[in-house]
């Protein structure tokens, strides 16, 4: 218990220490600053964006289960990958949902910390609690994208996806901690196949949603 208090206090310092930046001030931004943007430059970069969630996800996976001293900085990037992707999707939806976009992947990130160090520990009872608490967060991500956009990202299909996220994830986690090195490779493939499928879903929902402020056609 002494490591899950060490790194939830690491957590909460980055969570205070880190700033949510503006739009124009982050590299890899798929929003635009302008009227019009194109959609393939778009759809790469939100596919960008959903990546470096999972390789960033994944270093912190990594560190922990090693007791590495990266892990601070590791959680540090990684949480400002939820402040980039709730900017990317200010100038379709506004600041207000996308702080609050920020803030409930924010806890999705929090959530899996008190998983990992549970698992790590031992502590079935925890892990149990942080796994309930982690698949609530992700049907509460799906509800609040539907409400933002729920022609083209139907509640049913954002559930089914969010549980995929967290269900490959938390495989890629067991195989890692096991050190079954093969199933971990493996899981971590099937989380950024998927992740890409996502991206794609997403992006391509806030093209139909806003055609006014796109130009060129995707091209597969």
């Known amino acids: 218990m ?14 205070a220490a880190v700033a949510i930046p503006t ?9 635009p600053n302008s009227a019009v943007a194109d959609k393939m430059e778009f759809r790469q970069d939100m596919r ?18 090693a007791g ?16 980039d992707i709730g900017n990317a999707v200010k100038p379709f939806y ?12 924010r806890q999705h990130i929090l959530i899996a910390a008190d998983l990992l160090v ?12 942080a796994n309930t608490a982690w698949y609530a967060n992700a049907n509460d991500i799906a509800v609040f994208l539907n409400s933002a956009n729920p022609k083209y990202w ?22 890692r901690l096991n050190g079954d090195w093969s199933a971990d490779v493996a899981a971590f493939d099937a989380v950024h196949n998927h992740i890409l499928m996502m991206a794609d879903f997403l992006s391509t929902g806030i093209i139909a949603q806003f055609p006014q ?8």
């Open 118 to 129: 549970a698992a790590k520990n031992g502590d079935s009872a925890a892990f149990q609690n």
């Open 23 to 31: 739009v124009a001030a982050t590299k890899s931004q798929p929003a």
């Open 94 to 105: 506004g600041e207000a949902a996308g702080d609050h976009l920020t803030a409930l992947l």
């Open 48 to 65: 960008k964006l959903w990546e470096d969630h999972i390789i960033w996800t994944r270093q912190v996976i990594v560190s922990l289960f």
């Open 68 to 83: 590495t001293p990266d892990l601070d900085s590791a959680v540090s990037r990684l949480l400002q990958n939820q402040a």
């Open 213 to 220: 402020k796109f130009t060129a056609a995707i091209r597969d």
């Open 154 to 175: 139907p509640l049913d299909e954002l559930k089914q996806m969010m549980k995929i996220h967290l269900d490959t994830t938390l495989a890629e986690a067991v195989a």
């Open 2 to 15: 002494k490591r899950f208090a060490v790194v939830m206090l690491i957590l909460v310092a980055v969570v």
